[in-house]
């Protein structure tokens, strides 16, 4: 039976990371993956453009159990020395916004820096690949019993990703395997994802799927200002998937619609400078007419400014600019770009990835509790924990 030093389970970002990094530092590194393909979240990912990191990556933009586990890694191994990495492989890249960097190229570039970098190394890749079972010897090597072979390792990490995008082959393979070794796994909910909406607004904004506004939309203490997408569904675009993640069942969310325009003082101001100008004609100016019927689908808004009291004003001013709603649920895992939750990070060294109760036994990336905002910093959690763990193990 084969014996490497690092088997590593998954052949995506933080997979293909550790690789690099463990074969680096002069390990034998097989890497296992189920899939026909490495790296297929990679080259979906920005629209197939791969926004692979965030130059304002810090903790905060992190949600855990545990806010201070991923310090460690995001300080060793920055959105600079990544960034560094696509430099020295001669890729072009821009920020698009919000310090979102994107590859010129299509994504598949971003994938073959990393399956480069793995054969220079000489790091094995081995696809499809289904994982019967795992276990750890007496003489502390992992066995892990595959279909096609058996192998035997040091160290093993998960690096398996999690249950968003199932129809990419995610599974909650990772969370399997921690609690076979008694490790804890935090509650995991669909993250980054749309929300549906109940039958009644559904109905209300039925034939505004494709529209898109700028917005601030906010739960609880918890705000993002990005567009907002309206769907057959329900709702998405940037910020709606940003403030998912915060967002538990039951609670209300409220959208602010053109967040830098106080619509309230621009009605009063033009009743008093343009009293007979219709109101539906000013509301133009700012709305497309379509989500202006379906915002205000029982007013009469062809009067004229002067028709309309102060308290009228503000009832339509707080339609669009504090519009509340409560999501009938998610789109769930088939949508979701991440999820929340996984690998209790108490059980984990914040230094290592190593299982503080089973040694030799590495979890990075999404399979952990640690989910980043969007705009790549999920990407640089996965860029991050792979290389320290690589240095490791």
Sequence with gaps: MPVSDVIIIGAGAAGLMCAISAAENGRSVL?????NKAGKKILISGGGRCNFTNMYTEPGNYLSQNP???KSALKRYTQWDFIAEVDKAGLPWHEKKLGQLFSDNKSEAILNMLLTRCDELGVSITLNTAIKSISKQDDELFALNCEQAEYQCESLVIATGAMSFPTMGATDFGHRIAKQFGLKVTATTPGLV???????????????????MDSEISCGKQSFRENILFTHKGLSGPAVLQISSYWQPGETITVKCLPELDLFETLKQQQQESPNKHLLNILKL???????????VELDL????QQYKHSHLQDIADRF????????????YKKAEVTLGGVDTDEISSKTFEAKKVKGLFFIGEVLDVTGHLGGFNFQWAWASGHCCGKAV
Aim: with cysteine.
């Design 286 to 296: 700012h709305f497309p007419e379509r989500v202006i019927e379906k915002f205000c």
């Design 31 to 35: 890497v296992l993956d189920h899939a």
């Design 68 to 70: 201070h586990f991923c």
């Design 302 to 305: 062809n009067q004229p400014l």
């Design 321 to 332: 600019q504090h519009w509340q709603f409560i999501p009938s649920g998610t789109e769930g």
């Design 194 to 212: 749309p929300f549906t909406f109940d039958a009644k607004e559904k109905q209300q904004f039925e034939g505004l799927s494709g529209v898109s």
